[in-house]
């Protein structure tokens, strides 16, 4: 091993050390807890970066980061069309779509008992199944473009969405719907001012699960025929011509869109649930 | 009785609208080869036509029952057309993958649980990464490997591992510490080392999160077992089955492999269930 890799090491216990002392010592503080995580991401990179020089490792097998980095800077061009292709038209499409439908669905369902008690159980089974497994019929039935992927997405989101939406609705507690009886509020305004809203944080759980599914299904329908861009396309002519670290780019756009994606659901849930107790000011 | 009757209610409205959907979206090809043939179809003919095609836009349910009932008992186990032979494929790299990441989840969440630095520098990263569709990287990590020599159940165990390491780490993380102070305090009064505070109280109570958690794990192991099969021209398993489906346009094979995965995933869900039962109620800890 050259020296880079030693060095790498060297790095990596002198940030575990620092990590260590910083979290027993101010781990309550708030810089403390952006500090640490952000310190343990930089020895990972290094480390990376370190043994996979200091080891001679084949680019072919793992490329360094930095390599990944040049890739990604030379080929914006390429990984935003990609980019536009599988997440703005594919996954966002189905993804809106299929949320919107599992909303609208656990509505219709919660005025009949009967229909929740047997959809739930059906819902929450399809929800474990290897839903992915679609892909191939769907793309057949809608053909090789985003709105094969789109459809894909929509199949994967709906169900964890309508069975979160469906617990939401029915997580008002007999005293708050008394209330609103005995205000006389018909079932329209009983829905939008009380149940809605209630069941709000069960939806957000249920779309922040949907962001990921929603990436996966729309890289993974690509596998099974797409126009000549898209992320699940590249990745798998990429690796056909063994250029990897243009997939190592396209993992790295997809896993900002992932993050991105994710994050911004998270701001919206500050939003819209203020008034819950996990997102009150301590 | 309460709940079996709006189950079946629900399933037989699922099967009347497939059965629905199947005559429309079958028709176009009846009426195609009719025009062809310069004969008129009537609307029984047109039902019964487009319940028996070879190649189906949507094969109707009886048919999809019938292919799977031929590749599960219809076939001699060793055959390639085989569903329980590559049923057993992908069964076996979803085992070793889901015993793979049961086992790092299992390490990392009691590291966790010890250790503030690693709490405070791993989760945060653990968390993140679930955000990142990381079967995408599933065809790299085959074609890796297999330059590496190893192909075959390592690469598909791998993966699969991936998948289903988070849900056990998390659901972990939070029974480790489902423990009370009261409790651990009680411990501590004993002066009771470390290991022994993990081996009688932490892990005891933690039995509930972590039967929640290994169902949802080996879910995600068996799909990412599938999705591993897909790229690089694996030959074996229900992921190959569902590709070499999508290539010919042999529509009622790939259905009855979803089908045979859907049953496999069920079958892995009740039988974590049937241990987690039995385990709780030898534990006293049965709800």
């Not at chain 1, 929450?124 to 191939?136: D, K, Q, S």
């Not at chain 2, 190959?240 to 042999?250: N, V």
């Not at chain 2, 790939?254 to 049937?274: H, K, N, R, S, T």
Request: with cysteine.
């Amino acid at each position: 091993m050259s020296w880079q890799g030693w060095a790498a090491l060297a790095f990596w216990i002198a940030t575990s050390a620092l990590n260590v002392t910083i979290a027993n010592r101010w781990g309550g503080h708030r810089w403390a807890r952006i500090f640490v995580p952000v310190l343990f991401g930089i020895t990972l990179l290094v480390l990376w970066q370190g043994m996979v020089i200091g080891l001679g490792v084949s680019p072919v097998i793992l490329p360094p980061p930095s390599m990944i980095a040049a890739r990604f800077a030379e080929s914006t061009g390429l990984l935003w069309g990609d980019f536009a292709q599988t997440i703005l038209k594919g996954a966002l499409a189905g993804y809106v779509i299929g949320c919107g439908a599992a909303v609208l669905v656990a509505i219709v369902v919660d005025r009949s008992p009967f229909l929740q008690r047997g959809l739930l159980p059906v819902g929450n089974f399809v929800a474990a199944l290897p839903i992915v497994g679609i892909a191939p019929i769907l793309v057949m039935w809608f053909g090789f473009d985003w709105q094969s992927k789109a459809a894909v997405v929509v199949v994967m989101v709906f169900f964890p969405v309508l069975v979160n939406m469906v617990a939401g609705l029915a997580a008002t507690d007999a005293l708050q719907r008394d209330l609103m009886q005995t205000y006389s509020a018909t079932y329209r305004q009983s829905l939008l001012k009380m149940r809605l809203p209630a069941a709000m944080p069960f939806l957000f759980n249920g779309l922040k699960i949907a962001t990921t599914l929603a990436l996966i299904g729309a890289i993974v329908a690509e596998f099974f025929g797409s126009p000549t861009r898209g992320m699940g396309f590249r990745i798998s002519t990429a690796v056909g011509q063994l250029d990897m670290p243009l997939v190592w780019s396209e993992i790295a756009v997809a896993a900002l869109a992932g993050s991105g994606f994710f994050g911004m659901m998270v701001l919206i849930e500050k939003v819209v649930t203020f008034w819950h107790p996990s997102q009150r000011a301590k | 009785m309460k709940t079996i009757l709006p189950i079946l209610t629900v399933v037989a409205a699922i099967v009347v609208l497939w059965y629905g959907a199947a005559v429309w979206l079958n028709s176009k090809w009846v009426y195609d080869q009719a025009a062809r043939a310069g004969t008129e179809v009537t609307t029984a003919q047109l039902i019964s036509e487009t319940m028996a095609q070879e190649r189906p836009v949507l094969p109707a349910p009886h048919q999809v029952l019938a292919g799977l009932w031929d590749g599960v008992a219809g076939q001699k186990i060793t055959s390639k057309r085989s569903l329980v032979y590559h049923g057993w494929v992908t069964l076996s790299a979803t085992m070793a993958g889901f015993v793979l990441g049961t086992a790092a989840g299992l390490i990392l969440a009691i590291g966790i649980v010890h250790s503030r630095a690693m709490d405070m520098s791993v989760m945060p990263w653990a968390i993140a990464s679930q955000t990142i569709p990381i079967l995408a990287i599933a065809p790299m990590v085959i074609v890796v490997l297999a330059s590496l020599g190893i192909k075959g159940l390592v690469p598909k165990a791998i993966i699969a591992a991936y998948l289903s390491f988070f849900p056990i780490l998390v659901g972990m993380v939070k029974g480790l510490r489902a423990p009370d102070g009261m409790q651990l305090d009680l411990l501590r009064t004993y002066n009771t080392p470390r290991a022994a505070v993990l081996w009688k109280l932490r892990l005891p109570s933690s039995m509930p999160y972590l039967f929640a958690s290994l169902k949802v794990g080996v879910a995600a192991a068996l799909v990412g077992t599938i999705v591993a099969e897909l790229p690089a021209g694996a030959t074996a398993g229900l992921g190959a089955r569902l590709l070499s489906g999508s290539y010919y346009g042999q529509t009622v094979q790939i259905w009855a492999a979803l089908f045979a995965a859907a049953l496999l995933a069920a079958a892995l869900v009740a039988v974590v269930g049937a241990i987690e039962a039995v385990t709780l109620k030898r534990m006293g800890m049965a709800r």
